[in-house]
């Protein structure tokens, strides 16, 4: 017997009644966490962090990783995720973990920890599909960019779903994509324009998907648009690839 506001109850009874109770939900549907705590955010971080050292140890790690379009043409589609966890340079890595802590956990927040990981997923393969269909055949393209740059789209969308001020997203959007033309023009490290945009775009639409789905229908129609961008993707990539393999002579 257990304690209960209006006497004692039998386990089996306490049981029954717990299956009874809703559980919390995020403001976009799944399960709200007990702890307030980001842990997919800081997750994310800690892997950029550790591919980051073992890249450094390891040279010939970053040069099997980095997406490289005759590579994934080849075989090694792989690099198109690889890649995102990928940075040249401290201070490559340094400025996108610090853009994933500002804007990750609010973001985690409001949609669960499920549907934020299907978000950085998704606009770091959008970055990477873009690349692959527009950069240069010699590029080699590493970074988490794209799936920042899908994060600050996901924040306008959900921000103007949620009535909140996007005016800062808005401006950080501009200055990036400032910094994205405008620094290659100067002289400056290449950056990928194409990586940015393709995760941009992708993270907004897919927070789109998920910010408006209707109530009723909100699972299905989150899911059936996550299935429906992996499957835009996946043809992309197929008619790319056909294209290239086609252009180096190989049927």
């Known amino acids: 017997m257990r304690d209960a506001a209006v006497g004692h109850q039998c386990e089996e009874c306490v049981r029954e009644g717990a299956k009874t109770v809703r559980v919390p939900q995020t403001v976009f549907g799944g399960a709200q966490q007990k702890k307030t705590t980001p842990v997919i955010t800081y997750t994310l971080i800690a892997i950029n962090v550790v591919m980051f050292v073992l890249q450094t140890?390891?040279?010939?790690?970053?040069?099997?990783?980095?997406?490289?379009?005759?590579?994934?043409?080849?075989?090694?589609?792989?690099?198109?995720?690889?890649?995102?966890?990928?940075?040249?340079g401290i201070t490559h890595l340094l400025f996108n973990m610090y853009a994933l802590y500002v804007v990750g956990p609010p973001l985690?927040?409001?949609?669960?920890?499920?549907?934020?990981?299907?978000?950085?997923?998704?606009?770091?393969?959008?970055?990477?599909?873009?690349?692959?269909?527009?950069?240069?055949?010699?590029?080699?393209?590493?970074?988490?960019?794209?799936?920042?740059?899908?994060?600050f789209g996901a924040w306008f969308v959900v921000g103007k779903r949620l009535n909140l001020d996007v005016r800062w997203v808005i401006g950080l959007i501009v200055i990036n994509l400032a910094f994205t033309f405008v620094i290659p023009l100067l002289g400056g490290q290449n950056i990928s324009w194409q990586g940015h945009i393709g995760g941009l775009v992708t993270g907004a639409v897919v927070a789109a998907a998920y910010a408006y789905a209707p109530r009723?229908?909100?699972?299905?129609i989150q899911i059936s648009a996550t299935v429906a961008i992996l499957v835009l993707f996946g043809s992309l990539i197929w008619w790319r690839t056909t294209g290239l393999l086609a252009q180096f002579g190989i049927t």
Do not use: C, I, K
């Open 57 to 88: 140890v390891s040279p010939n790690m970053q040069s099997e990783l980095v997406l490289r379009s005759p590579a994934v043409a080849d075989g090694d589609l792989y690099r198109l995720l690889t890649s995102a966890f990928m940075h040249y």
């Open 108 to 151: 985690e927040a409001w949609l669960g920890r499920l549907r934020f990981s299907a978000l950085y997923a998704l606009s770091a393969l959008g970055g990477s599909v873009l690349v692959y269909l527009l950069s240069p055949l010699n590029a080699a393209t590493a970074g988490a960019s794209g799936a920042v740059f899908g994060l």
């Open 216 to 220: 009723a229908q909100r699972s299905l």
